[in-house]
């Protein structure tokens, strides 16, 4: 029996399976990105939930810090200070040297009201908007020499929920999504004489 095929056809019939096999190929791929995607702001969304929670939380085990530190100098002219400040109590603690060495502490006592005011001004100037960088990246060792380096810290306990930074220079944001001036003056304002301690250790 002789059986006859149509050219025509005989060259198309490639070129329609070939199309196919790409056009499921590519679906396959926008499907597989789109996950990803998805599966990351799920993570992201969840982090920073987790976060807040931790935030605005009036437990007394919770607290949040800042700490600030000056530029990379001689032992002897390196300056920080560290604000803590929790249901019951606000204190602000200024350093001289990498081994910190203690210059002044002032020791305040909080009430809760106070404290979920306080941590909802935070929370309103999107304190937990940030995403932690990964290993290399949020080592802060090193980092704006010439400037200040800002941490910000939501704890539990002795657990560390959330650590955000950000810096003074120029090209090195860190972490931290909110403006550092306000939330900076939001820590500050929690001990009245605050800018005079942080003066006399010129930062």
Do not use: K
Not at 61 to 76: L, Q, Y
Not at 168 to 183: F, K, P, Q
Not at 184 to 197: C, G, N, V, Y
């Amino acid at each position: 029996m002789v059986r006859y095929r149509n050219p025509r056809v005989a060259r198309i019939l490639p070129v329609i399976f070939i199309a196919v096999i790409v056009i499921l190929a590519v679906t396959a791929l926008v499907s597989l990105a789109q996950g990803l995607i998805s599966s990351s702001r799920s993570s992201s969304s969840e982090t920073v939930n987790v976060a807040r929670e931790a935030l605005l939380s009036t437990n007394p085990d919770h607290r949040v810090r800042m700490v600030v530190r000056g530029p990379i100098v001689a032992d002897e002219q390196f300056n920080s200070y560290r604000i803590d400040v929790s249901p019951n109590n606000r204190s602000l603690t200024t350093f001289e040297g990498y081994l910190d060495r203690v210059v002044e502490q002032e020791n305040l006592g909080n009430n809760t009201a106070a404290y979920e005011a306080f941590v909802f001004a935070l929370d309103r100037a999107d304190f937990t908007n940030g995403r932690e960088l990964d290993e290399d990246a949020n080592d802060t060792r090193g980092v704006c020499a010439t400037g200040n380096v800002y941490e910000f810290f939501i704890i539990e306990g002795d657990r560390t929920v959330e650590r955000l930074w950000t810096t003074t220079c120029r090209g090195i944001d860190g972490s931290l999504r909110s403006n550092v001036d306000s939330v900076e003056r939001l820590f500050t304002d929690q001990i009245p004489e605050s800018r005079d301690m942080i003066r006399d250790v010129d930062l």
